[in-house]
Protein backbone atom coordinates (compact mmCIF):
# COMPACT_ATOMS: atom_id res chain seq x y z
CA UNK A 1 0.00 0.00 0.00
CA UNK A 2 1.31 3.76 -0.43
CA UNK A 3 1.32 6.17 2.20
CA UNK A 4 1.64 9.91 1.59
CA UNK A 5 4.80 11.25 3.35
CA UNK A 6 3.49 13.45 6.08
CA UNK A 7 5.68 15.56 7.84
CA UNK A 8 5.76 18.09 11.16
CA UNK A 9 6.51 21.88 10.78
CA UNK A 10 7.81 23.98 13.37
CA UNK A 11 6.91 27.30 11.01
CA UNK A 12 3.98 28.16 8.93
CA UNK A 13 4.78 31.52 8.16
CA UNK A 14 8.12 33.28 6.70
CA UNK A 15 7.16 36.84 7.73
CA UNK A 16 8.95 40.27 6.73
CA UNK A 17 7.48 43.82 7.56
CA UNK A 18 7.95 46.88 5.90
CA UNK A 19 6.52 49.67 7.15
CA UNK A 20 4.21 48.17 9.22
CA UNK A 21 2.45 45.74 6.37
CA UNK A 22 3.35 42.15 6.91
CA UNK A 23 4.43 40.29 3.59
CA UNK A 24 4.28 36.61 4.66
CA UNK A 25 4.36 33.18 2.42
CA UNK A 26 2.88 29.94 3.64
CA UNK A 27 3.32 26.62 1.67
CA UNK A 28 1.40 23.63 2.98
CA UNK A 29 3.22 20.99 0.94
CA UNK A 30 7.08 20.32 0.18
CA UNK A 31 7.59 19.32 -3.52
CA UNK A 32 6.03 19.92 -6.31
CA UNK A 33 4.76 17.35 -8.49
CA UNK A 34 5.04 19.83 -11.56
CA UNK A 35 8.75 19.23 -11.67
CA UNK A 36 9.80 22.05 -13.98
CA UNK A 37 13.04 22.23 -14.97
CA UNK A 38 13.57 25.34 -14.14
CA UNK A 39 12.40 25.55 -10.68
CA UNK A 40 14.21 27.92 -8.27
CA UNK A 41 13.50 25.50 -5.51
CA UNK A 42 15.69 22.96 -6.48
CA UNK A 43 18.31 25.82 -5.61
CA UNK A 44 19.71 24.52 -1.62
CA UNK A 45 19.43 28.02 -0.93
CA UNK A 46 15.56 27.28 -0.85
CA UNK A 47 15.21 23.62 0.03
CA UNK A 48 18.30 23.04 1.64
CA UNK A 49 18.29 19.13 2.16
CA UNK A 50 15.06 17.89 1.23
CA UNK A 51 14.26 15.92 -1.71
CA UNK A 52 12.08 17.54 -3.77
CA UNK A 53 11.38 14.21 -6.48
CA UNK A 54 8.04 13.69 -4.27
CA UNK A 55 5.60 15.20 -2.09
CA UNK A 56 5.23 15.82 1.29
CA UNK A 57 2.27 17.14 3.54
CA UNK A 58 2.99 19.48 6.29
CA UNK A 59 0.47 17.60 8.10
CA UNK A 60 0.32 20.60 11.51
CA UNK A 61 0.60 23.42 9.51
CA UNK A 62 -3.32 24.56 10.21
CA UNK A 63 -2.56 24.60 14.28
CA UNK A 64 0.99 26.38 13.60
CA UNK A 65 -0.72 29.30 11.28
CA UNK A 66 -3.33 29.98 13.92
CA UNK A 67 -0.96 30.59 16.47
CA UNK A 68 1.39 32.60 14.66
CA UNK A 69 -1.65 34.73 13.32
CA UNK A 70 -2.70 35.24 16.62
CA UNK A 71 0.53 36.99 17.28
CA UNK A 72 1.15 38.65 14.13
CA UNK A 73 -2.89 40.03 13.65
CA UNK A 74 -2.51 41.91 16.89
CA UNK A 75 0.49 44.00 15.50
CA UNK A 76 0.14 44.11 12.36
CA UNK A 77 -3.16 45.26 10.64
CA UNK A 78 -2.61 44.99 6.88
CA UNK A 79 -0.73 42.85 4.57
CA UNK A 80 -0.72 39.97 2.08
CA UNK A 81 -0.23 36.48 2.54
CA UNK A 82 1.67 34.47 -0.65
CA UNK A 83 0.76 30.61 -1.04
CA UNK A 84 2.82 28.78 -3.57
CA UNK A 85 5.82 30.10 -3.85
CA UNK A 86 7.85 27.38 -2.92
CA UNK A 87 5.54 24.29 -4.53
CA UNK A 88 2.00 24.67 -6.13
CA UNK A 89 -0.45 25.01 -3.53
CA UNK A 90 -3.12 23.40 -5.97
CA UNK A 91 -1.52 20.19 -6.95
CA UNK A 92 -2.81 16.96 -6.76
CA UNK A 93 -2.44 16.32 -3.05
CA UNK A 94 -5.18 19.76 -2.28
CA UNK A 95 -7.70 17.21 -3.36
CA UNK A 96 -7.06 14.99 -0.83
CA UNK A 97 -6.06 17.88 2.38
CA UNK A 98 -7.63 20.83 1.16
CA UNK A 99 -5.11 22.73 3.39
CA UNK A 100 -4.55 25.57 0.73
CA UNK A 101 -8.27 25.97 0.82
CA UNK A 102 -7.95 26.03 4.62
CA UNK A 103 -5.51 28.17 4.73
CA UNK A 104 -6.69 30.70 2.10
CA UNK A 105 -10.50 30.60 4.13
CA UNK A 106 -9.21 31.09 7.50
CA UNK A 107 -6.58 34.05 6.60
CA UNK A 108 -9.59 35.70 4.87
CA UNK A 109 -11.86 35.23 7.78
CA UNK A 110 -10.21 35.59 10.56
CA UNK A 111 -7.56 38.60 9.36
CA UNK A 112 -7.78 41.75 7.23
CA UNK A 113 -4.83 40.66 5.30
CA UNK A 114 -5.34 40.24 1.04
CA UNK A 115 -4.08 37.01 -0.58
CA UNK A 116 -1.84 36.27 -3.63
CA UNK A 117 -2.13 33.08 -4.69
CA UNK A 118 0.44 31.44 -7.56
CA UNK A 119 -0.53 28.21 -9.28
CA UNK A 120 -0.18 26.99 -12.56
CA UNK A 121 -2.68 24.45 -11.82
CA UNK A 122 -6.93 25.13 -13.10
CA UNK A 123 -7.45 23.05 -9.63
CA UNK A 124 -8.03 26.52 -8.47
CA UNK A 125 -11.04 27.09 -9.57
CA UNK A 126 -12.57 24.51 -6.82
CA UNK A 127 -12.55 27.18 -4.58
CA UNK A 128 -14.33 29.77 -6.68
CA UNK A 129 -16.95 30.47 -4.35
CA UNK A 130 -14.47 31.49 -1.51
CA UNK A 131 -12.61 34.03 -4.03
CA UNK A 132 -16.04 35.45 -4.77
CA UNK A 133 -17.25 36.36 -1.23
CA UNK A 134 -13.85 38.02 -0.72
CA UNK A 135 -13.04 38.88 -4.44
CA UNK A 136 -11.68 42.30 -3.67
CA UNK A 137 -9.02 40.86 -1.24
CA UNK A 138 -7.63 38.31 -3.46
CA UNK A 139 -4.96 37.90 -6.86
CA UNK A 140 -4.54 34.79 -8.58
CA UNK A 141 -1.14 34.64 -10.80
CA UNK A 142 -1.45 31.95 -13.12
CA UNK A 143 2.67 31.10 -14.09
CA UNK A 144 2.27 30.92 -18.41
CA UNK A 145 6.34 31.53 -19.78
CA UNK A 146 5.01 30.91 -23.27
CA UNK A 147 2.44 30.34 -25.53
CA UNK A 148 4.33 27.37 -27.55
CA UNK A 149 2.93 23.67 -26.15
CA UNK A 150 6.29 22.22 -27.16
CA UNK A 151 8.35 24.18 -25.12
CA UNK A 152 5.82 23.97 -22.17
CA UNK A 153 6.24 19.71 -22.29
CA UNK A 154 10.10 20.20 -22.26
CA UNK A 155 10.09 22.66 -19.36
CA UNK A 156 6.51 22.07 -17.29
CA UNK A 157 6.21 18.59 -18.11
CA UNK A 158 3.46 17.81 -15.72
CA UNK A 159 1.51 21.06 -15.44
CA UNK A 160 -1.86 22.04 -17.23
CA UNK A 161 -1.52 22.76 -20.67
CA UNK A 162 -1.46 26.08 -22.07
CA UNK A 163 -4.97 26.34 -23.04
CA UNK A 164 -6.23 24.81 -19.86
CA UNK A 165 -4.57 27.66 -17.80
CA UNK A 166 -5.81 30.56 -20.18
CA UNK A 167 -9.25 29.17 -19.96
CA UNK A 168 -8.51 29.25 -16.26
CA UNK A 169 -7.75 33.15 -16.75
CA UNK A 170 -10.40 33.59 -17.91
CA UNK A 171 -12.82 32.20 -16.21
CA UNK A 172 -12.09 33.85 -12.85
CA UNK A 173 -11.99 37.02 -14.32
CA UNK A 174 -15.62 36.58 -15.57
CA UNK A 175 -16.20 35.86 -12.09
CA UNK A 176 -14.97 39.02 -10.79
CA UNK A 177 -11.59 37.82 -9.45
CA UNK A 178 -8.37 39.62 -10.19
CA UNK A 179 -6.33 37.03 -12.02
CA UNK A 180 -3.15 38.02 -13.92
CA UNK A 181 -0.05 35.61 -15.12
CA UNK A 182 3.00 35.33 -14.01
CA UNK A 183 5.44 35.03 -16.57
CA UNK A 184 8.31 33.57 -15.10
CA UNK A 185 10.76 32.98 -15.43
CA UNK A 186 11.91 34.01 -18.73
CA UNK A 187 14.41 32.09 -20.36
CA UNK A 188 16.77 33.65 -22.03
CA UNK A 189 17.27 32.86 -25.93
CA UNK A 190 14.56 30.46 -25.85
CA UNK A 191 11.04 32.58 -24.43
CA UNK A 192 12.61 35.63 -24.69
CA UNK A 193 11.51 36.35 -28.19
CA UNK A 194 9.30 39.07 -29.59
CA UNK A 195 7.20 36.19 -30.96
CA UNK A 196 6.76 34.36 -27.88
CA UNK A 197 5.99 37.60 -26.13
CA UNK A 198 3.87 38.52 -29.31
CA UNK A 199 1.58 35.11 -29.05
CA UNK A 200 1.39 34.91 -25.33
CA UNK A 201 0.17 38.11 -24.48
CA UNK A 202 -2.09 38.31 -27.54
CA UNK A 203 -3.78 35.39 -25.53
CA UNK A 204 -3.28 36.74 -22.28
CA UNK A 205 -5.58 39.72 -23.56
CA UNK A 206 -7.99 37.67 -25.71
CA UNK A 207 -8.57 35.23 -22.23
CA UNK A 208 -8.95 38.50 -19.86
CA UNK A 209 -5.73 38.35 -18.20
CA UNK A 210 -5.66 41.54 -15.57
CA UNK A 211 -2.06 42.08 -15.29
CA UNK A 212 1.25 40.62 -16.17
CA UNK A 213 4.41 40.52 -14.13
CA UNK A 214 7.91 38.51 -15.01
CA UNK A 215 11.07 37.05 -13.11
CA UNK A 216 14.24 36.21 -15.22
CA UNK A 217 15.62 32.72 -14.62
CA UNK A 218 18.01 31.91 -11.96
CA UNK A 219 20.51 29.52 -12.12
CA UNK A 220 21.80 28.47 -8.66
CA UNK A 221 25.08 25.85 -7.66
CA UNK A 222 24.56 24.43 -4.35
CA UNK A 223 26.57 26.40 -1.74
CA UNK A 224 26.81 23.60 0.65
CA UNK A 225 28.02 19.95 -0.18
CA UNK A 226 24.60 18.07 -0.49
CA UNK A 227 24.02 15.08 -2.64
CA UNK A 228 20.79 16.78 -4.30
CA UNK A 229 21.16 18.20 -8.05
CA UNK A 230 21.52 21.41 -7.95
CA UNK A 231 18.68 23.93 -10.02
CA UNK A 232 22.02 24.96 -12.50
CA UNK A 233 22.45 21.11 -13.36
CA UNK A 234 18.58 20.60 -13.39
CA UNK A 235 18.16 23.05 -15.67
CA UNK A 236 21.80 22.51 -18.00
CA UNK A 237 20.76 19.27 -18.66
CA UNK A 238 18.02 19.99 -20.40
CA UNK A 239 19.88 22.67 -22.29
CA UNK A 240 21.97 19.71 -23.63
CA UNK A 241 19.24 17.97 -24.33
CA UNK A 242 16.91 19.91 -26.13
CA UNK A 243 19.26 23.34 -26.92
CA UNK A 244 22.86 22.29 -26.91
CA UNK A 245 23.46 25.41 -29.11
CA UNK A 246 22.70 27.70 -26.42
CA UNK A 247 24.78 26.67 -23.63
CA UNK A 248 27.77 29.16 -24.90
CA UNK A 249 25.73 31.68 -24.92
CA UNK A 250 24.16 30.87 -21.44
CA UNK A 251 27.96 30.71 -20.00
CA UNK A 252 28.75 34.09 -21.34
CA UNK A 253 25.43 35.75 -20.34
CA UNK A 254 25.24 34.65 -16.68
CA UNK A 255 29.11 34.12 -16.08
CA UNK A 256 29.58 34.23 -12.32
CA UNK A 257 26.53 35.53 -11.36
CA UNK A 258 23.38 33.08 -10.72
CA UNK A 259 21.22 36.10 -12.83
CA UNK A 260 21.47 36.93 -16.16
CA UNK A 261 23.25 39.81 -17.22
CA UNK A 262 21.68 42.98 -16.18
CA UNK A 263 21.93 44.81 -19.84
CA UNK A 264 20.34 41.83 -20.94
CA UNK A 265 17.77 42.98 -18.44
CA UNK A 266 17.10 45.82 -19.24
CA UNK A 267 16.36 45.14 -23.00
CA UNK A 268 13.85 42.34 -22.64
CA UNK A 269 12.18 44.46 -19.94
CA UNK A 270 11.82 47.18 -22.74
CA UNK A 271 10.30 44.88 -25.39
CA UNK A 272 8.20 42.68 -22.76
CA UNK A 273 6.58 46.31 -22.04
CA UNK A 274 6.18 47.52 -25.52
CA UNK A 275 4.64 43.98 -26.41
CA UNK A 276 2.19 44.39 -22.92
CA UNK A 277 1.53 48.28 -23.67
CA UNK A 278 0.64 46.70 -27.19
CA UNK A 279 -2.15 44.56 -26.10
CA UNK A 280 -3.15 46.80 -23.14
CA UNK A 281 -2.23 44.47 -20.82
CA UNK A 282 -0.72 46.33 -17.24
CA UNK A 283 2.49 45.16 -16.74
CA UNK A 284 2.85 46.27 -13.08
CA UNK A 285 1.80 43.15 -11.49
CA UNK A 286 -1.78 42.93 -9.15
CA UNK A 287 -3.34 45.81 -7.69
CA UNK A 288 -5.55 45.55 -4.66
CA UNK A 289 -9.13 47.79 -5.57
CA UNK A 290 -10.75 45.32 -7.88
CA UNK A 291 -11.97 47.82 -10.87
CA UNK A 292 -15.20 47.58 -11.61
CA UNK A 293 -15.26 49.62 -14.84
CA UNK A 294 -12.56 47.60 -15.79
CA UNK A 295 -14.20 43.82 -15.30
CA UNK A 296 -17.16 45.47 -17.48
CA UNK A 297 -14.92 46.42 -20.35
CA UNK A 298 -13.31 42.89 -20.39
CA UNK A 299 -16.63 41.40 -20.94
CA UNK A 300 -16.92 43.86 -24.08
CA UNK A 301 -13.82 42.19 -25.07
CA UNK A 302 -14.73 38.90 -24.27
CA UNK A 303 -17.59 38.70 -26.74
CA UNK A 304 -15.29 38.47 -29.99
S1 LIG B 1 5.26 24.90 -10.22
FE1 LIG B 1 6.75 26.23 -9.21
S2 LIG B 1 7.35 25.13 -7.37
FE2 LIG B 1 6.38 23.65 -8.73
S3 LIG B 1 8.07 22.72 -9.86
FE3 LIG B 1 7.26 24.40 -11.09
S4 LIG B 1 8.53 26.17 -10.54
FE4 LIG B 1 8.84 24.61 -8.95
Redesign the pocket.
Known amino acids: MFYDEIIRCNKALNVDVVKNHIYASINPYVG ?5 K ?5 ADKYSKTQD ?1 SFVKVKYNILDILLKEISKYKIKYFSGVIYL ?1 T ?3 PY ?1 DKEKKYFFSSKIISFILNHTSYNVHI ?3 SSLVLKDIDLFKKFSNRINISI ?1 LITANEKIKKIF ?1 PN ?1 DSIEKRLSCIKYLNLEGISCGCAVMPILPYITDSEKNFEELFFNLRKNGCRYIWWGYLTLRENIKNIKKQSQKNLYYKVLQEYFSNLIDNYESLYRNSFLPDIRYQKIIDKKIINIAQKYNLSYFGPTWKYNKSFQQQLFLDLKY
Request: net charge negative; with cysteine.
Open positions: CQHQCYCYVQLGSSDQFTKSES
